[in-house]
């Protein structure tokens, strides 16, 4: 005797199988729209990035520029305190502070 399952029985199965297709469906529809945010969040995020990381190379240019601008202030800084110190050493020396005096 072979079993041949009852009408109800394959009703019954096949309506389960279409719920749990109708589920599957409605799985995938939202892991869908959940991936097509998380896209536009990630390209926002990337885009954010690319605009922070402009600024930053902005600044770093301004820094590097404002570096040479004071490493040329400090040369001449240097220079005029150099020239400044000989200056006094020879009004020292002319105002005779050696004094030497011969015998």
Do not use: C
Not at 21 to 40: F, H, K, M, P, T
Not at 42 to 56: A, G, N, Y
Not at 74 to 90: F, K, P
């Amino acid at each position: 005797m072979i079993y041949t399952p009852s009408k109800a029985w394959g009703r019954r199965m096949i309506d389960n199988l279409e719920e749990r297709v109708q589920a599957l469906e409605g799985w995938r529809a939202a892991r869908e729209a959940s991936r097509a945010v998380e896209e536009i969040k990630e390209k926002h995020v990337d885009e954010r990035f690319d605009r922070i990381e402009k600024k930053f190379d902005d600044l770093t240019k301004h820094l590097n520029t404002d570096q040479g601008r004071r490493d040329e202030n400090q040369r001449w800084l240097q220079r005029a305190v150099v020239l400044l110190l000989l200056a006094a050493a020879g009004q020292f020396v002319l105002n005779g502070g050696l004094g030497f005096t011969p015998p």
